[in-house]
């Protein structure tokens, strides 16, 4: 690997992104044929973007694609990178085809100022065109995204509107700009500081994004259902008691 930015040479991806919050591949490490996936991206945005609530969007879920060759290929080789394997507790959850162009809105607001998310994943963006500052580079921080844990858990209900979730005491010169050519990757998660670069000009990026969603990242409600089943448990064991005392 040429370029890792924000990683320490023996560390590995998934063990980077742990500590430090992202992980950024300015190349095609993946041998990626750009050609054929801007083809297959041009097949499946079309028809897909007008149902998505985003216009710049098409979703899939991963059922919706589970079958498809490309992805499963994709898929395969972006594990093998990464490790965001099963054994580690991650599953696909969706994948977003995006093509983001200049836009009228303001870009003092979501996503376009920092944040970090209300649903936690570790989502993995493959960039289809060459990405310069004007094209809308996605930007992160070198975090450690446990540190704002315990901030995402306790977001209102009105977090948007109130700006919880946006970052205000760090400046927008600390973060880096995701800055490469076609089939470069980020892998990063959205517990650690970031956000979309404007796109200026002639400026456009297509990218495919793979959303990792992990049983860990729902520990409270993790918790709340171990103590049930754990208050069921003993409630099961001292009905089995008693009617085994019954019985004698
Ligand atoms: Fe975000």
Not at 33 to 43: M, Y
Not at 64 to 75: A, G, I
Not at 174 to 192: A, E, K, L, Q, R
Request: proline share 4%; aromatic share 10%.
């Amino acid at each position: 690997m040429r370029l890792i930015k924000a990683m320490g040479s023996q560390d590995t991806i998934l063990a980077t992104v742990e500590t430090q919050g992202f992980c950024f591949i300015d190349h095609n490490v993946l041998d990626l044929d750009i050609k054929k996936l801007r083809h297959w991206f041009a097949d499946y945005f079309g028809p897909h973007a007008n149902e998505s609530k985003y216009k710049d969007v098409a979703v899939f879920a991963m059922d919706e694609l589970s079958e498809n060759r490309l992805v499963k290929d994709l898929l395969k080789k972006i594990v093998t990178l990464t490790d965001l394997t099963s054994a580690n507790g991650f599953y696909l959850d969706k994948i977003w085809l995006v093509h983001s162009l200049p836009r009228d809105e303001p870009s003092d607001s979501l996503p376009y100022v920092p944040h970090f998310d209300k649903h936690r994943y570790v989502k993995v963006m493959i960039y289809l065109d060459d990405v310069s500052l004007s094209d809308g580079p996605f930007h992160s921080l070198s975090f450690a995204p446990i540190k704002n844990e315990e901030k995402r858990l306790n977001l209102s209900k009105n977090y948007k509107y109130n700006g919880e979730n946006t970052v205000k005491d760090i400046s927008v010169d600390d973060f880096i700009p995701c800055v490469g050519c076609s089939g470069s990757i980020v892998i990063f998660d959205t517990n650690c500081p970031h956000f979309a670069g404007s796109i200026n000009g002639e400026g456009h990026r297509r990218v495919l994004r793979f959303d990792f969603d992990n049983r860990m990242f729902h520990s409270r409600a993790r918790n709340v259902f171990s103590r049930i089943r754990s208050i069921l448990g003993q409630s099961i064991q001292h009905d089995k008691r008693i009617r085994k005392n019954i019985h004698q």
